[in-house]
């Protein structure tokens, strides 16, 4: 495996990339139908992607709900390259740029499938259960060291 480049989108090229590894992994894989994953948003968050050579293999956007609060969207790794710390490498390069940007806190919607990873990477469960896009969510958040602290 090439060396993983973890980094804010930046061309059109880039987060075409990042939209077929959702694709792959959201609505191929999890069955979540186009119009909840497609939501409008996409123009208005920060994008950020896992590249292995010229193969973007991961992804996530953060949205900005208020000015002090950041959420982490969409995060999707493709199949064959899960628990090798794409993730983490992901949420890093995220959680970098939010401190440099002074913002004090994120917080994401995790599969219920997913909390353990997001539990091992600093983040604390905020919240009962819920459904989102028919699969169990629990909301998560992490405080940010940083400007914002």
């Not at 983490?88 to 599969?111: D, F, M, N, W, Y």
Request: proline share 3%; aromatic share 8%; hydrophobic share 40%.
């Amino acid at each position: 495996m090439s060396k993983i480049i973890f980094k804010k989108v930046e061309t059109h090229v880039e987060l075409k990339g990042a939209f077929a590894v959702r694709r792959e992994v959201f609505i191929t894989e999890q069955k979540i139908r186009e119009e909840e994953e497609w939501d409008g948003l996409d123009e208005v968050c920060l994008q950020f992607i896992a590249r292995n050579g010229k193969r973007i293999i991961g992804t996530a956007r953060v949205h900005f709900p208020s000015p002090n609060e950041a959420k982490i969207e969409r995060m999707a790794v493709l199949k064959a390259f899960r628990r090798q710390g794409v993730g983490t490498g992901i949420l890093v390069c995220i959680e970098q740029e939010l401190s440099k940007r002074g913002v004090p806190e994120a917080v994401l919607h995790a599969q219920i499938t997913a909390a353990p990873f997001y539990r091992a990477c600093g983040y604390d469960e905020t919240g009962p259960h819920f459904q989102e896009a028919g699969i169990e969510h629990v909301k998560m958040s992490r405080r940010l060291t940083g400007k914002g602290s």
